[in-house]
């Protein structure tokens, strides 16, 4: 049943998100991509638990790499976007 | 036990709602900056909540890789040009990529008794995540065009290449297949590292034979493939937001291919598949005479102008023209004259590339109107001033039907009074097609560099 709970939340936020990004405006097409590379670092917080099992010597150094890289995508991301953002001025 | 995982959830919640309202905000550019800083706090507390998991036992490597991971972050973000955002962004895709990969790869690993359903998901986020992975560093190849020696910025097609990439996809589900079947026998290890290295693989399969032209839907494929890619490993582990985040970045990925394409008038399998199309030669030679003129000339005609329209391309960006052409925009508005941008969709090498270097020049967005703005009052523009853009404005889309970009949406610059053309020389642009504009009777092409061009223009203003 978990999986069909899953898929359900899939979907609804598969619509949510095409309803949402259709109202960006093409001027903010950039930072729109930059933004979604920092949410897709999201991977970090299921890699977090891996990072941090001593257990598994495997687990543990692909889980740490995936933490390295996700933080890489969500640090570099926001920043960037943040940077971009702050140059559309207005009249 | 239960607390801790309640309390994490919960807080997951707040995380997906802060999000979905920071995409909301995106929605102009007067509060997009504030739905950015909303959607990195539903990040922040997302990490910290995660932190409190039972499941952790020690958090030296953590913090360590939290902490060197930041600082590359941050490092790239202050330091990248804004010219160079269709890189960063191609790179941060395979970056994605590759933590979704590693994270599924690190469950595979950890989990001995898993179902098979949740075996097939986790080979997904594998698969995708891996050629997410190899197929933007071959973007990022292409478009920085520092490996331009092994890896060509045009489509790279050998014979067989179809039967080679069918290859690939069978090896890759008979590997997933054996897996699935035998998890646990000596040899599935050595299946699902051939499968994760079948799926690099495909990655570089797929993206090399699509051309530069081609990048930015690739770009936004690639970006949504990464938010796909999290969605997967969301699945397998079970993790309500990783899954509406990797939604929300796949649906972001998909809507902008599909501007794309759109903006190209050509589906989505055209423009992945038609490297493998042997290429008509056009045979169609356009009759006429290119008329070129002086950038002291051009200002007489600016100065009597009443509207002004500025159709940008990549070369504007090549040529950092862009804050000369402010310079400019200010010397055309002291004079009366009202000045906008026409940005046409695929105009630089990604979705909004060139607004970013307008914005960057503190042209306000206000100044920045999509195409079907401009085309509808194109005739009333006495001056379009095409910059480094070429195929975007070439009114073959229009009238010559066996032209290969016939019936592509473009700016139409021919039809405003009169045209000026600041190129370098008579290259056509990347679609390789002849550009009927520079021999219309209102067309001027102005040639040279084209910030060296505006300075000109601008210092007779000031003279």
């Not at chain 2, 706090?41 to 409190?52: E, N, P, W, Y």
């Not at chain 2, 090549?318 to 026409?342: I, R, S, T």
């Given at each position: 049943m978990s999986f069909i709970y899953l898929l359900m939340i899939l979907m609804l936020a598969i619509f949510l998100g095409f309803e949402l990004i259709r109202k960006v405006p093409a001027t903010l097409h950039t930072p729109l991509m930059s933004g979604a590379n920092a949410v897709s670092g999201i991977t970090l917080i299921g890699a977090i638990a891996y990072s941090g099992n001593e257990n598994l010597l495997l687990a543990q150094i692909l889980g740490s790499v995936s933490v390295f890289l996700a933080t890489i995508n969500v640090v570099g991301g926001y920043m960037v976007t943040d940077r971009m953002l702050a140059m559309f001025k207005s009249k | 036990m239960l607390n801790t995982e309640l309390i994490i959830n919960a807080v997951y919640v707040l995380s997906a709602a802060l999000f979905i309202l920071g995409l909301k905000l995106l929605s102009h550019p007067s509060t997009a900056r504030r739905g950015n800083?909303?959607?990195?706090?539903?990040?922040?507390?997302?990490?910290?909540?995660?932190?409190?998991?039972?499941?952790i036992l020690a958090y030296e490597w953590i913090i360590v890789a939290i902490v060197a991971g930041s600082a590359v972050g941050a490092f790239i973000a202050k330091k990248v040009q804004l010219t160079e955002m269709p890189e960063m962004v191609s790179l941060l895709n395979g970056v994605g990529g590759l933590a979704s990969l590693l994270v599924a790869l690190a469950m595979l690993e950890t989990d001995t008794a898993i179902d098979s359903y949740l075996v097939i998901i986790v080979l997904l986020a594998i698969g995708i995540g891996g050629i997410t992975f190899s197929g933007s560093v071959i973007a990022w190849a292409k478009l920085s065009g520092k490996v331009a020696k092994l890896i060509s910025s045009g489509s790279t097609v050998f014979s067989g290449q179809a039967f080679v990439n069918a290859f690939i996809v069978i090896a890759i589900f008979v590997l997933g297949a054996l897996v699935v079947i035998y998890p646990q026998?000596?040899?599935?290890?050595?299946?699902?590292?051939?499968?994760?290295?079948?799926?690099?693989?495909?990655?570089?399969?797929?993206?090399?034979?699509?051309?530069?032209?081609?990048?930015?839907?690739?770009?936004?494929?690639?970006?949504?493939?990464?938010?796909?890619?999290?969605?997967?490993?969301?699945?397998?582990?079970?993790?309500?937001?990783?899954?509406?985040?990797?939604?929300?970045?796949?649906?972001?990925?998909?809507?902008?291919?599909?501007?794309?394409?759109?903006?190209?008038?050509?589906?989505?399998?055209n423009v992945l598949f038609s490297g493998f199309q042997t290429v008509k030669a056009t045979e169609i030679k356009i009759e006429g005479e290119v008329k070129p003129l002086a950038a002291d000339d051009a200002y007489y005609v600016l100065e009597a102008a009443q509207s002004v329209v500025v159709?940008?391309?990549?070369?504007?960006?090549?040529?950092?023209?862009?804050?000369?052409?402010?310079?400019?925009?200010?010397?055309?508005?002291?004079?009366?004259?009202?000045?906008?941008?026409?940005?046409?969709?695929?105009?630089?090498?990604?979705?909004?590339?060139?607004?970013?270097?307008?914005?960057?020049?503190?042209?306000?967005?206000?100044?920045?109107?999509?195409?079907?703005?401009?085309n509808a009052r194109m005739a009333n523009f006495d001056v379009a001033i095409v910059i480094g853009a070429n195929d975007v404005v070439n009114p073959a889309a229009r009238e010559i039907k066996g032209s290969p970009i016939y019936g592509m949406p473009i700016i139409n610059a021919d039809l405003a009074k009169n045209v000026f053309i600041l190129k370098r020389g008579m290259a056509s642009g990347f679609a390789g097609i002849e550009n009927p504009l520079f021999f219309k009777d209102n067309a001027r092409m102005i040639f040279g560099d084209a910030k060296d061009t505006i300075n000109a223009i601008i210092r007779q203003f000031a003279g």
């Open positions: - | 800083k909303l959607s990195a706090t539903g990040m922040l507390v997302a990490i910290c909540v995660t932190l409190i998991d039972q499941n026998t000596a040899n599935s290890t050595v299946y699902v590292y051939s499968f994760v290295a079948l799926c690099i693989v495909l990655g570089v399969m797929l993206v090399i034979p699509i051309g530069g032209a081609d990048m930015p839907v690739v770009i936004s494929l690639l970006n949504s493939y990464s938010g796909l890619a999290a969605c997967a490993a969301g699945m397998a582990l079970n993790n309500n937001l990783l899954i509406v985040a990797g939604a929300l970045v796949g649906a972001s990925g998909i809507i902008l291919t599909s501007v794309m394409c759109k903006a190209m008038n050509r589906s989505l399998i159709i940008p391309g990549y070369g504007m960006a090549v040529a950092q023209a862009q804050h000369a052409m402010k310079e400019l925009q200010v010397l055309l508005e002291e004079n009366g004259a009202e000045v906008v941008y026409g940005i046409h969709p695929v105009a630089g090498r990604m979705p909004g590339h060139m607004n970013v270097l307008l914005a960057e020049a503190d042209v306000p967005y206000e100044l920045l109107l999509e195409m079907d703005e401009v």
